[in-house]
């Protein structure tokens, strides 16, 4: 099925069906970022970002949110 396809068929969903879909599609792009966060930080992607971010804390550069 092609992308093209695939929004035909979503725009064409009733109501119910469609949230039934967003409430779906939410949840799996949303573990798909889960399971793409996890691998990076496995595979040490955000190492320097980290040692970055405890370096700016380290020298008081930090504010409270």
Known sequence: ???QELES???????DQ???FTKW???FVAE???HRFES??????LDR???KAD???DAGRCTPL
């Open 1 to 3: 099925m092609s992308v």
């Open 9 to 15: 068929a979503v725009r064409n969903l009733p109501p």
């Open 18 to 20: 469609l949230a039934a």
């Open 25 to 27: 599609f939410e949840k």
């Open 32 to 34: 798909a970022w889960d």
């Open 40 to 45: 990076d930080v496995a595979a040490g992607k």
């Open 49 to 51: 970002v980290a040692e």
């Open 55 to 57: 370096d700016e804390f």
